[in-house]
Structure formats: C-alpha cells, structure tokens
C-alpha cells in the first residue's frame, strides 16, 4: 500500500499541543535466556597477541591446561577478554567446562612454539588439523610465524609461534561441543570439550 503526504492544518496543530495527556510509556520487554549477551571489551585479538596469550596461560598455570585430561583446571588463570582452550600433549582428552557467555574461545588445533622463524616453518608445513563446534566444521586460522614473548614459571622467554588456531565468537548459553584435532609428523593432539556456557551475574 503506497501511503500518501498527509498535510495538518495550523488549528489541527494548535489542538494536538493543547493535548495534556499522553500516551504511556511502553513497558520493558521481559528478559529472555534468547537475547545475545554483550561481549566483553578487550584489546583487539591480534594473532601476535592471542599466540602470546595462549602460550603463557599454557607455561605459566600449574598444573598446565594441556596435560587436564578432564577440564578440572581448565577455567584456571585465564587471561582477560578470552577463554582459551589447549590441545594435549599426544593421546586424547576429554574436558568439561564451565564457560561465560561473555567471552570469545580461542586455541590451536595443533600449535608449536620454536627458538627460530625456520623451524616454526616446517612444523606448519607439515601440520593438519580440524575444529568441530556442535559437530559442525569450523575454519581453521593459519598462523605464520610470529616472534611473540611470553610468560613461565621461570620467567618470561621469546620465540616463534604458529599453527592452526580456532577462534569463536562468545556463544550462545546451553550446552555445546568442540573438538580440536591435530597433527605434525610425530606430534598429534585431540581434545573434546563438553561445554556449559552460562550468563554470569
């Protein structure tokens, strides 16, 4: 329906501002487990940035959250603005976790942390990997080598980082699935996380 210019009249006008009542204000819609929770505000997630990140949560916490094979510490010392998630040492895991609803998720499928840019090289030549959310593919990042700095218990250390890395946007509260697969040459890793995701208060 094509609606047409409606013209008002000056005394139309003057007995519309003459109105003393209003209409009222509608009410707030009730709140619903539906609506998206606003995400955390965090520095930008640069590849340099999440890489360090990653690898110090993973030097630094004790115990570290590569070797849980249950998700009992994965909520442990992670960083702010991102809930991280690792791979394993070889073999598999099977993680369960709380996460908020707040936060993206990030880790590698397959990850390596090497002295020189060469080396980081031919890790990632070889590497392969995949991400599952919900039993449904996600693509995975290539990252190149990158010169990081990054935390242990022994004090802070440099090197060149790469992989195939994950990233997620915060989802939705329920419970989920994610799985990490990968591989270079000898080195495999798979974890599978159960997760609960929960509106914080």
Known sequence: MIRRPVSIGVAALLLLAGCSSTPPAPSPEPASDDQPV??????????????SLWWSWANSADPSPVADPTGQ?????????????????????DRHCQVPATLPI???????I??????????????????LLDDKPVQLEKAEPTKISYDTGGGSKEGFSCGLWVRLQPLSPGEHTL???????????EANYDLTVVRLP
């Open 73 to 93: 510490y994965c909520g442990d010392s992670q960083p702010f603005g991102v809930w991280l998630v690792a791979g394993t040492n070889g073999g598999t895991a």
């Open 179 to 189: 799985t990490l697969r990968g591989s270079s040459g000898s080195q495999t890793s």
């Open 38 to 51: 606003e995400q955390v505000k965090a520095e930008p997630l640069t590849p340099e940035r999440l890489q």
């Open 114 to 131: 090497a002295p020189d840019a060469a080396a980081c090289t031919k890790f990632l030549t070889a590497a392969k990997g995949e991400a």
């Open 106 to 112: 990030a880790g590698p499928a397959i990850g390596h």
